[in-house]
C-alpha cells in the first residue's frame, strides 16, 4: 500500500483517518495541519512521519522545537504543504477544511500522486482546473466525502453503462421542516447540533443551512461528470442511505452503512480492496425506519444559489464558496445571525465579478473579492 501523506490531520476527518491507518499499520509519510501544534506534535510522535507541516507560518519554530528530539523534518506554509503533497509514490488525503485545500490538491496531482479528497472545497472552487489537471496526470482521484463515496462504490460493479440519476442524499441537518420565522434566531449551539454526523465546526453549520448539498451536488458535476439536472437531491433522515444512482433501465444502486466516516475513508486509502474496518457494521433488525423527505430550497437558500452557481459555471462556484466560508466565520463568531449567511451567498452571485474561465491566479483572486464583499456587507473590516 501507498504511503499517506494526510493533509489535515488534526481535524475531525484527520483524526479518523489516522484511527483508520492504526487499525492497518499503514504508514505516514507526512503530516499536517493549521495551527494546532499541540495535536501535530502528539500525532508525529505516535506515527514518525517524515515530515510535519504546520500551515501557519508563525509556529514554524514552536514546531520545531516540540519535535527537536526527533528525526522528523518540519516545515511550514502553504509551500510546506505542496512539498509533502508532492512527495513522490504517495497517497494524498485531503482533510483541509476550505479553499486552501485547492493548491495543495494540485501540487499532488500534478506530481502524479493519488488523492483521496475529503476537501469538497477544491472541486468546488477549482473542479476544472482540477479535473483537467487529473486527466493529464493520469491520477485517481478517490472521493472520501460519504455520498460521492457511496456513488463512486455503486458505480463499481456498472461495468461502463453509464448512470441516469445521481440521488444524492441529505440528512436535512438540525433544523429540517422549519421555517424562514422559525431559523431568525438561531444560536450558533443550536446549529452545531447535528443529528447524525460528528464532524469539524464549518462543515456543520453547512450541513445546517444546506449550503454542504449545495457544495456537494458541484462536487459530484465534477467527480462523476454528471448535468447537474441528473442530481436529484432527496432528504435521507437517518444517513443510512449515503446515497444512489440509477440506470437507464431503472435499476436503483445504493450504498448503505453506518454514519461513520471511517468506512469512506478507508475505502479511500485502500480501493479497490475491501478491508476489516473499525466503523460500526449497520445491522437491518435496528433500523426501525427509513424516512425521505424534498429540501426545502425557499428556505434554505444556500442550496438554490450552489444550483444557479454551477449552472452558470466560470468562478460562480467559488464566488458562493468563499461567499459562504467568510459568512460561516463570521457566524461561528458571533458577529453575524443564521439567516445572514444565505443573504451573503445568494448577494455574492450577482455582486462578485463573474469570470468564464477563471485561472487559478483568477479564483485566488475571486476567494479575497467574495470576503471582500461578505466583509463590507456587514459592515465590518476583517
Ligand atoms: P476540521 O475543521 O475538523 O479540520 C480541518 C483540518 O484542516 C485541520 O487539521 C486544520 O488544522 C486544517 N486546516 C484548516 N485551515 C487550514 C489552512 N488554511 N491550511 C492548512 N490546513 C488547514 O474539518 P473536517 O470536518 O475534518 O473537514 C475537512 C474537510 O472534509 C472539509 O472540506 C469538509 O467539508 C470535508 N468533510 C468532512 C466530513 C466530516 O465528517 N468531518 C465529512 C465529509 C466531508
Ligand atoms: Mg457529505
Redesign the pocket.
Known amino acids: 500500500m501507498d504511503k499517506i501523506v494526510l493533509?489535515?490531520?488534526?481535524?475531525?476527518?484527520?483524526?479518523?483517518t489516522l484511527d483508520v491507518c492504526r487499525a492497518h499499520n499503514i504508514v505516514i509519510k507526512a503530516l499536517?495541519?493549521?495551527?494546532?501544534v499541540e495535536t501535530l506534535e502528539a500525532q508525529a510522535r505516535e506515527f514518525l512521519p517524515e515530515y510535519a507541516v504546520i500551515?501557519?507560518e508563525t509556529l514554524v519554530k514552536d514546531l520545531k522545537t516540540r519535535l527537536a528530539d526527533t528525526e522528523i523534518k518540519v516545515h511550514g506554509g502553504?509551500k510546506g504543504?505542496c512539498e509533502i503533497a508532492a512527495l513522490p509514490g504517495c497517497r494524498v488525503v485531503?482533510?483541509?477544511?476550505?479553499m486552501?485545500?485547492l493548491v495543495?490538491t494540485l501540487s499532488a496531482i500534478r506530481a502524479g500522486n493519488d488523492v483521496a479528497l475529503?476537501?469538497?472545497?477544491?472541486l468546488v472552487t477549482g473542479g476544472k482546473l482540477v479535473m483537467d489537471a487529473v486527466e493529464r496526470s493520469g491520477v485517481k482521484l478517490l472521493p472520501?466525502?460519504?455520498e460521492h463515496s457511496a456513488i463512486f462504490q455503486c458505480l463499481q460493479g456498472a461495468a461502463g453503462n453509464k448512470f441516469s440519476k445521481i440521488i444524492l442524499t441529505a440528512s436535512g441537518g438540525p433544523f429540517y421542516g422549519k421555517n424562514l420565522g422559525e431559523l431568525a434566531g438561531v444560536t450558533k449551539e443550536q446549529a452545531l447540533a447535528h443529528p447524525n454526523?460528528?464532524?469539524?465546526?464549518?462543515?456543520?453549520i453547512?450541513s445546517a443551512t444546506l449550503m454542504?448539498k449545495g457544495?456537494e451536488l458541484i462536487e459530484a458535476v465534477w467527480l462523476f461528470g454528471a448535468e447537474p439536472s441528473q442530481i436529484q437531491i432527496v432528504v435521507q433522515r437517518e444517513s443510512v442511505i449515503h446515497s444512489a444512482v440509477e440506470f437507464e433501465d431503472g435499476a436503483i444502486i445504493a450504498q448503505l452503512g453506518s454514519a461513520d466516516?471511517r468506512l469512506?475513508i478507508q475505502y479511500a486509502l485502500t480501493y479497490p480492496e475491501r478491508l476489516d474496518c473499525p466503523a460500526k457494521k449497520l445491522s437491518f433488525e435496528d433500523l426501525s425506519a427509513l424516512t425521505f423527505g424534498t429540501p426545502d430550497e425557499k428556505t434554505f437558500v444556500c442550496l438554490a444559489a450552489a444550483k444557479r452557481a454551477i449552472e452558470k459555471g466560470g468562478n460562480a462556484p467559488c464566488i458562493i464558496n468563499c461567499a459562504n466560508e467568510t459568512a460561516v466565520r463570521l457566524f461561528l463568531d458571533g458577529r453575524i445571525r443564521f439567516l445572514d449567511i444565505g443573504d451573503a451567498v445568494e448577494e455574492s452571485l450577482s455582486e462578485v465579478k463573474f469570470i468564464a474561465n477563471p485561472t487559478l491566479y483568477e479564483l485566488l483572486d475571486t476567494q479575497k473579492s467574495a470576503e471582500k464583499f461578505v466583509l463590507t456587507k456587514f459592515g465590518l473590516s476583517k
Request: cysteine-free; hydrophobic content about 35%; proline content about 4%.
Open positions: 493533509l489535515g490531520s488534526t481535524g475531525s476527518i484527520g483524526k479518523q499536517s495541519a493549521n495551527s494546532d500551515a501557519d502553504e504543504l485531503n482533510a483541509i477544511v476550505g486552501a485545500g495543495p475529503a476537501n469538497k472545497e477544491t472520501v466525502d460519504s454526523w460528528a464532524m469539524g465546526e464549518k462543515i456543520t453547512d454542504n457544495l466516516m469512506p
